[in-house]
């Protein structure tokens, strides 16, 4: 199975995949550790795929979006962007909205605690 054939096959299966440097309870770099802490606090169930173990994975996944950083959030299916757009979309409420949208499970109080500490 080549690289771009297991994202494929990954992010149609999973409702919810953040591509990062280390896993979600071990990020390996902080962007990383930044949008995995936002889902696990906000009880975000996600699949966390280690880029770091696999060369042609890290390469692979950058190709396949055609988005030059790690890590990379993709919700049903789509690619939805980087840490800097998933913080964005977090104190916007739009990533509350996606998920609403797309009938994925998130705790609202978590994300209005997010909010109210960032505002």
């Known amino acids: 199975m080549t690289a771009q054939d297991q994202i494929k096959e990954t992010v149609a299966s999973n409702d919810v995949v953040l591509f990062m ?3 979600k309870s071990m990020p390996q770099c902080g962007f ?3 949008v995995a ?3 696990n606090f906000m009880g975000v169930e996600f699949n966390d795929v280690n880029v770091l173990a696999d060369e042609q994975l890290r390469q692979g996944i ?5 988005w030059p950083t790690i890590p990379q959030l993709y919700v049903k299916g789509e690619f939805v962007g ?3 757009i998933i913080t964005e979309m977090t104190l916007s409420g739009e990533l509350d909205t996606l998920f609403s949208e797309n009938d994925v499970a998130f705790d609202k109080d978590a994300a209005d605690k997010i909010r109210e500490a960032n505002a």
């Open 21 to 23: 440097k280390g896993t």
């Open 32 to 34: 990383s550790s930044r």
């Open 37 to 39: 802490g936002v889902l």
């Open 62 to 66: 950058k190709d396949y979006s055609d």
């Open 82 to 84: 980087g840490c800097d």
